[in-house]
């Protein structure tokens, strides 16, 4: 199965930009009656057939069309970019492929690295959708300091990944399903005490990520795999 995605898809036809439409004419060498799909990361997935096969415009006529409902149980992640942003990469890709629905960029005390291009983070985001066969792209919010994003309004269940002490309970133990759920996940040097105060005077809950002590974009990867599992929806 070959996915494509566009955020802009309107029945009974559509028009690839450039860069899709060389891949599926030049790379994949697909022809004018081939069959593909496409997604625009919202849940839609659609069957095409090639109507034009144009290395610079590929146009596809549109036949079936299914909805792919929503993850019932939202997972927001909210993790530092690690110093070396190719870690960071493989976190997106990862979570993506597990099915989370969104991220956020966090700026902490600890922080090695303040500053990333979303640009091109969106496109790491939109290759393992793809890959994955998915057809929910996760949201990816700005980069945002800790200290604001806490005090953001949320209706869910709110826990922030720590180690210092080992002495909090296991993320598996206390999430509840059927809840959205945001997870703080820290820098290199992990969070400050100052910064775990300040969370858990906002609502956050301390929580363990298990024995190990975990690289910043394996915790992510670790968190995002337990909810799935606890909430089973590692299905589409």
Same mark, same amino acid.
């Given at each position: 199965?070959?996915?494509?995605?566009?955020?802009?898809? %309107?029945?009974?036809?559509?028009?690839?930009?450039?860069?899709? +439409?060389?891949?599926?004419?030049?790379? @994949?060498? @697909?022809?004018?009656?081939?069959?593909?799909?496409?997604?625009?990361?919202?849940?839609?997935?659609?069957?095409?057939?090639?109507?034009?096969?144009?290395?610079?415009?590929?146009?596809?006529?549109?036949?079936?069309?299914?909805? *792919?409902?929503?993850?019932?149980?939202?997972?927001?992640?909210?993790?530092?970019?690690?110093? !070396?942003?190719?870690?960071?990469?493989?976190?997106?890709?990862?979570?993506?492929?597990?099915?989370?629905?969104?991220?956020?960029?966090?700026?902490?005390?600890?922080?090695?690295?303040?500053?990333?291009? *979303?640009?091109?983070?969106?496109?790491?985001?939109?290759?393992?959708?793809?890959?994955?066969?998915? *057809?929910?792209?996760?949201?990816?919010?700005?980069?945002?300091?800790?200290?604001? @994003?806490?005090?953001?309004?949320? +209706?869910?269940?709110?826990?922030?990944?720590?180690?210092? %002490?080992? +002495?909090?309970?296991?993320?598996?133990?206390?999430?509840?399903?059927?809840?959205? %759920?945001?997870? @703080?996940?820290?820098?290199?040097?992990?969070?400050?005490?100052?910064? /775990?105060?300040?969370?858990?005077?906002?609502?956050?809950?301390? /929580?363990?990520?298990? !024995? +190990?002590?975990?690289? *910043?974009?394996?915790?992510? /990867?670790?968190?995002?795999?337990?909810?799935? /599992?606890?909430?089973?929806?590692?299905?589409?």
């Amino acid at each position: 199965m070959n996915l494509f995605f566009s955020p802009d898809i %309107t029945p009974p036809s559509h028009l690839f930009d450039k860069e899709e +439409s060389a891949h599926i004419v030049r790379v @994949l060498r @697909l022809k004018e009656g081939d069959s593909l799909h496409l997604t625009d990361g919202q849940g839609n997935l659609y069957e095409a057939a090639i109507q034009r096969a144009d290395p610079k415009r590929c146009e596809v006529s549109l036949h079936t069309h299914t909805l *792919t409902p929503s993850h019932p149980h939202p997972l927001h992640i909210a993790i530092a970019p690690t110093k !070396n942003i190719n870690r960071f990469e493989w976190f997106l890709e990862k979570a993506t492929e597990i099915g989370i629905s969104e991220i956020t960029p966090l700026v902490c005390a600890h922080s090695e690295r303040t500053v990333v291009k *979303t640009e091109r983070l969106a496109k790491v985001l939109v290759a393992a959708m793809k890959q994955s066969l998915k *057809t929910w792209l996760p949201v990816l919010h700005e980069s945002q300091h800790f200290g604001k @994003l806490i005090r953001q309004p949320f +209706s869910g269940q709110k826990f922030i990944a720590y180690c210092e %002490t080992g +002495s909090e309970e296991l993320l598996q133990k206390i999430y509840v399903r059927g809840k959205p %759920t945001l997870i @703080l996940i820290g820098p290199e040097g992990d969070f400050s005490p100052e910064e /775990v105060e300040q969370a858990v005077k906002e609502g956050f809950i301390p /929580v363990s990520l298990g !024995n +190990s002590r975990l690289r *910043t974009e394996t915790a992510g /990867v670790v968190a995002s795999a337990a909810v799935a /599992v606890l909430d089973d929806w590692i299905t589409g």
